[in-house]
Structure formats: structure tokens, C-alpha cells
């Protein structure tokens, strides 16, 4: 079945440090979307991205989906401590209706 | 606040028990997800409904059910439960089934 990869599984930066997260999946995605979910929260959709080479961006956020539609990333410029959480990625293949999503990357900003 | 409501918050239940999760969607939403994350296995996707009818499935144990009944509210059953059982659940939905989903809070079982 379809497998979703995130590296890393966890990342500790000084607050103003970028961080990137990477998600790779065995096949290709019709769509990717990204979650954040603070600690003892819920996953909430930050984005989805459907178009190959897409790149987008939300303030300090930047997403892009690659070429081939089987990797993507998530980059953070700056970090602060709101952006403490662990971010998910989810890819959908196309024709199916589930989101597989990966184990997300746990990131913890010190001030 | 996502518009997904999950019942119970919290639950504590015995092994061999049998518990019951519910889900009331986003207001017109059709479709409803179950998700179980566990510490080392992060979000696994369980079962989907839509408009009633299952719609794809994940690794959902056999001792697990769901339905979604003609209100859209779903459940999720769980039976025969064992420690490992013990996880947060969460219920999602969207509007149709390739659109971006809404999770409710989830529902934390601790099986003792």
C-alpha cells in the first residue's frame, strides 16, 4: 500500500533557527496537504498543494510539492514558539478518497 | 473550533470492555474519517463513511466497527479491548470525499 515518509521525526531549534520538514511518498500523489497539530491538540490543515513544482507560501511558512508529485516540504523562516507542534504531511493518490498521512516531524523551539 | 464533535473526551475502560466513540460532523459535511494516533505509530487511518455507505478502508481491527448513520453523526465501536487498544481517536470530516478534512478533538481511551 501507499507509504508516507516524514524526516525528521523530531527537531529542537533556538527561536530564530529556520527548520524544514521533508515528506516522501512510494507513489505518486494527486494532492498533498500539511497539518500542524499543537501539543494535546488536533491536527488542523494548513494547506494542500496540487500542481507539480508548486510552491506556496504563508508568512513565514513555505510549501512545495515536487516535480515528480511524490515529495514535499514544508519550510519554516525564523521560527518562533507558536510554532512549536508536530506537522503532518498527507498525500491522496489519485482515484482514492483517503489521506495517508505521515508520521509527522515533532518541532520544539526554545526561546 | 473545528465544527467536529467528539464524545467522550476521555475514557478509562477495562480489558475485554467494550466502548463506544461518537462523531457529529461539520455542519453539511458527507464524509467521516476515524483516525487512531498512537505515540510510535502516529495517525493511522481507520475507516471512512460517506453519505452512509463505508467508503474505504484502513487498518481497522476486526474487533472495531463503525457506521455512519442517516444524520451523518458516526461511530466508532470497539470491542474485546486490549492495552494497546489505548490511544487517542479522532473523528474527521469534509465536504466530499477529495476535499481537505476538519478534525474534531478526539477522544482519549486508556484501556487498564
Known amino acids: 500500500g501507499q507509504q508516507v515518509m516524514q524526516i525528521p521525526q523530531y527537531q529542537h531549534v533556538q527561536e530564530g533557527e529556520d527548520f524544514t520538514t521533508y515528506c516522501n511518498s512510494s507513489?505518486?500523489?494527486?494532492?498533498i496537504q500539511w497539518y500542524k497539530q499543537r501539543p494535546g491538540g488536533h491536527p488542523v490543515f494548513l494547506i494542500q498543494?496540487?500542481?507539480?513544482?508548486e510552491v506556496k507560501k504563508q508568512k513565514r511558512l513555505t510549501f512545495q510539492f515536487g516535480e515528480a508529485k511524490k515529495n514535499s516540504s514544508l519550510h519554516i523562516t525564523a521560527t518562533q514558539t507558536t510554532d512549536v507542534g508536530t506537522y503532518f504531511c498527507?498525500?491522496?493518490?489519485?482515484?482514492?478518497?483517503?489521506?495517508?498521512f505521515g508520521k509527522g516531524t515533532m518541532l520544539l523551539v526554545s526561546p | 473550533d473545528s465544527g467536529v464533535t467528539q464524545t467522550p473526551k476521555h475514557l478509562i475502560t477495562a480489558t475485554g470492555q467494550r466502548v463506544t466513540l461518537r462523531c457529529s460532523p461539520r455542519?453539511?459535511?458527507?464524509?467521516v474519517y476515524w483516525y487512531q494516533q498512537s505515540l510510535d505509530q502516529g495517525l493511522q487511518f481507520l475507516i471512512q463513511?460517506?453519505?452512509?455507505?463505508?467508503?474505504a478502508k484502513g487498518n481497522i481491527l476486526e474487533r472495531f466497527s463503525a457506521q455512519q448513520f442517516p444524520d451523518l453523526h458516526s461511530e466508532l465501536n470497539l470491542s474485546s479491548l486490549e492495552l494497546g487498544d489505548s490511544a487517542l481517536y479522532f473523528c474527521?470530516?469534509?465536504?466530499?470525499?477529495?476535499?481537505?478534512?476538519?478534525f474534531g478533538e478526539g477522544s482519549w481511551l486508556t484501556v487498564v
Open positions: 455542519s453539511g459535511d458527507l464524509s
Open positions: 498527507a498525500g491522496r493518490r489519485s482515484g482514492y478518497s483517503t489521506l495517508t
Open positions: 498543494l496540487v500542481k507539480s513544482g
Open positions: 463513511y460517506y453519505n452512509g455507505e463505508e467508503r
Open positions: 474527521a470530516s469534509s465536504a466530499h470525499d477529495v476535499n481537505t478534512i476538519y
Open positions: 507513489t505518486t500523489l494527486s494532492n
